[in-house]
């Protein structure tokens, strides 16, 4: 039986962060950049007045469009699908709305991956795979397999897990 | 820590039977109830040129709308609540569409669940939970778990299962 790979969405495959910038600059007129996130969240960034706007960004249709994958995760995923069972497993009731833009997200850049294999839901200490990749150390906590913090500014500074820098070297881990 | 239970929606919770026998027969006016139903899914006995409609039900956006709940459920599901863990998990990747009204239609009938604990997938192997409930038995057999069967005329002649009657004999075993 193939060992199995959850692997999260926002901000381990799909670069969500860049369009949260873009969107939040573009509509307050405001400079920020990734360099500028280190340690933080969107959220910990925006002022208070603007927290629900940017807050349901992810909710909006569009913010899924064009989203950016990162770099090498489409070849290095359907290298891994070969010897691994992949799971894409994504916290999408924070954003109810987003779910048929996750799915058709999913569908376009990793058609190789059926969706009986994609699972949204809230708290995945309730999967059952060998290792999660994630950017989100909670998840990562209540998680009961083996788990690795995929890189991402707001997790910088966290040094209790096992921190993966790319897809190249989650490709390099798991050959 | 709590045991958990994940319990499935279509045809354990939500009688969606119902919906589609209604449908069905307005739209083609035949006549079929429940009792025609023993050994078999709708698929089973619709018209082969309809079958590809019929599988479509699902996805209209009304085909959640007003669903029954399964008697008891409500009232044995916020009992178990105190207990147990307790996840709605539906293979809803079959129905992409159906994301957005089987949310809204738990949220209407089980607002004491977290929508954390809802999981949409497609396979439920994958699930890290004790107990699943569930009506069909190509999930209790994927299932890592304890799993019983929810009696439904689809499975009613499947004896390899425990089967479970209602939700007041759920509730009972639960206790």
């Given at each position: 039986m193939k060992q199995s790979i959850a692997i999260d969405m926002d901000e381990t495959v799909a670069d969500t962060l860049s369009r949260h910038l873009e969107w939040y600059c573009k509509e307050f007129g405001v400079s920020l950049n990734k360099?500028?996130?280190?340690?933080?969240?969107?959220?910990?960034?925006?002022?208070?007045?603007?927290?629900?706007?940017?807050?349901?960004?992810?909710?909006?249709?569009?913010?899924?469009?064009?989203?950016?994958?990162?770099?090498?995760?489409?070849?290095?995923?359907?290298?891994?699908?070969?010897?691994?069972?992949?799971?894409?497993?994504?916290?999408?009731?924070?954003?109810?709305?987003?779910?048929?833009?996750?799915?058709?997200?999913?569908?376009?850049?990793?058609?190789?991956?059926?969706?009986?294999?994609?699972?949204?839901?809230?708290?995945?200490?309730?999967?059952?795979c060998d290792y999660l990749i994630d950017d989100s150390s909670r998840h990562i906590d209540a998680f009961n397999g083996d788990g690795y913090l995929f890189n991402a500014p707001h997790n910088s500074e966290q040094t209790n897990y096992k921190r993966i820098n790319s897809w190249a070297e989650i490709g390099a881990l798991f050959a």
């Open positions: 360099k500028d996130m280190k340690g933080k969240r969107i959220y910990d960034v925006v002022s208070k007045e603007n927290l629900d706007t940017v807050k349901n960004y992810p909710n909006h249709p569009d913010f899924f469009k064009d989203l950016p994958v990162f770099e090498d995760a489409v070849s290095v995923i359907q290298e891994l699908s070969i010897k691994y069972d992949i799971y894409f497993v994504s916290a999408a009731m924070e954003y109810p709305n987003s779910f048929n833009a996750k799915y058709e997200w999913l569908k376009q850049h990793f058609s190789f991956i059926s969706d009986m294999n994609y699972i949204f839901c809230g708290y995945k200490g309730m999967l059952n």
